[in-house]
């Protein structure tokens, strides 16, 4: 079954770090555009960072300087490293993979991030 799973949510302070990551089959890594998105209650999903097969990165202009997106191919494994984390970073975040030559656009069910005192 074609699927991504993410792992490493969880409750943390304000000033905090995590490290969400994501694994999929190789089959969906290969040529794919990963992303990580977020959707906080009452919000529309919003892109975060998203890796190229060619090596380029994007990020969201809220999380510059905060979040890095890497991938591991050889693992089939996106990470998201999130630093100096605040509030506004509650969400459910989610990884994404995208092809758009093979018509691939698949999700994962999400990670809890929740940013509390």
């Known amino acids: 079954q074609v699927q991504l799973v993410e792992s490493g949510g969880g409750l943390v302070q304000p000033g905090g770090s995590l490290r969400l990551s994501c694994v999929g089959s190789?089959?969906?890594?290969?040529?794919?555009?990963m992303g990580w998105h977020r959707q906080a209650p009452g919000k529309q999903r919003e892109l975060v960072a998203r890796?190229?097969?060619?090596?380029?990165?994007y990020y969201t202009d809220s999380v510059k300087g905060r979040f890095t997106i890497s991938r591991d191919n050889a693992k089939n494994t996106v990470y998201l490293q999130m630093n100096s984390l605040k509030s506004e970073d509650t969400a459910v975040y989610y990884c994404?993979?995208?092809?758009?030559?093979?018509?691939?656009?698949?999700w994962g069910r999400g990670t809890q991030v929740t940013v509390s005192s």
């Open positions: 994404n993979a995208r092809n758009v030559l093979r018509n691939l656009d698949l």
């Open positions: 190789e089959s969906i890594f290969s040529g794919s555009t």
């Open positions: 890796f190229t097969p060619s090596g380029k990165t």
